[in-house]
């Protein structure tokens, strides 16, 4: 069963792929895209750059501050904050434009956070921790969003079956987000037992920790949702709470899809929550999502990878050196 799934979601995250970029391409078919995206990428200013920069800045910040929570959680004390945040974005870096970021991310914190005694099965508990605070981020965000403005999913009628837009259903799902996050609010002052669902269990962490997800996980999602808002244009952007929404739906499909970087699948749902930002001025705004929060990293972390690796090889061959 193993040996399927290992095959299984690289398949599906390829058939996401395909079908997504045949989407995308009936909607911008007849246009000519690649002159007018670049002219909309050179009309953004250079404060906007800077900031979707700062922005990327701040979810990566917020990404290593996960490994740190799940560290605590773990009561592991000794590995230092420069060794994490170079850890986590490396992780990350890799495993958002890899695809199964869940799969990808372990190996990559197993070979790291084990040279720093950690088993692997502490290593597993790390990556699941992360995880859920990630999903935690998305229910809680999620929660607010559209319990605070339920006609949000009104801009996705016509794309989505008409009970996925109604507000009533979008509120009461806001609602039962809300109600997840006090119950796990509750769970954790309280220390109640473990919430157990079939064969998986929720353990509800400390008090300290659960304080720390609250706050780290929006932050994440804040801040990738940040370099959206400042690429896209002034006239008809529908403000940062609009963008906001439509990067928690659109980022989360990319995710289930486990295609690599959510390739298509992003792009797709984000336009048509768009409607009144011209669609080129939209893909020009994700072009530079993608080089921000994807592709830059992923630069920096194979550079990070090979000195990674070149030390330990060093190392090793030291140690064999020295015992001749």
Known sequence: ?????????????????????????????????????????????????????????VAYAA???????????????HINWLFISVCSFTTYALSHNIGASVFSGAMVRYRAYSTKGLTA?????????????????NILLGGLLLTYNPGLMQRLSGFLPDIFTNPNTALAVG????????????????????????R????????????RQLFAAPLELLGAAGIIYFALPEQGNPGYLVVLGAFLLSFSAALVSHAPGGLGIFELLFINIMPDVPRLKVLAALLVWRLFYLIIPLLVALVVVALFERKKLVERWRGSQSEN
């Open 121 to 137: 099965t502490q290593v597993a508990a790390l990556v699941l921790l992360c995880s859920y605070t990630f999903g935690f981020g």
């Open 63 to 77: 990404l290593a501050w996960y490994d740190r929570i799940a560290l605590l959680h773990l009561g592991v004390k």
């Open 200 to 211: 998986y269990e929720i353990l509800y962490p400390r008090p300290g920790i659960m304080v």
């Open 1 to 57: 069963m193993r040996k399927l799934l290992e095959y299984f979601w690289p398949l599906l995250g390829l058939v996401a792929v395909v079908v997504s970029f045949y989407l995308l391409y009936k909607e911008f078919q007849g246009e000519s895209v690649g002159v007018e995206v670049w002219a909309n990428l050179k009309a953004i200013s250079v404060s906007h750059y800077l900031f979707a920069a700062l922005s990327t800045l």
């Open 175 to 198: 609602l039962g987000c809300l109600a997840f996050v006090a119950v796990y609010i509750i769970g954790s002052l309280m220390k109640f037992r473990a919430f157990r669902f079939g």
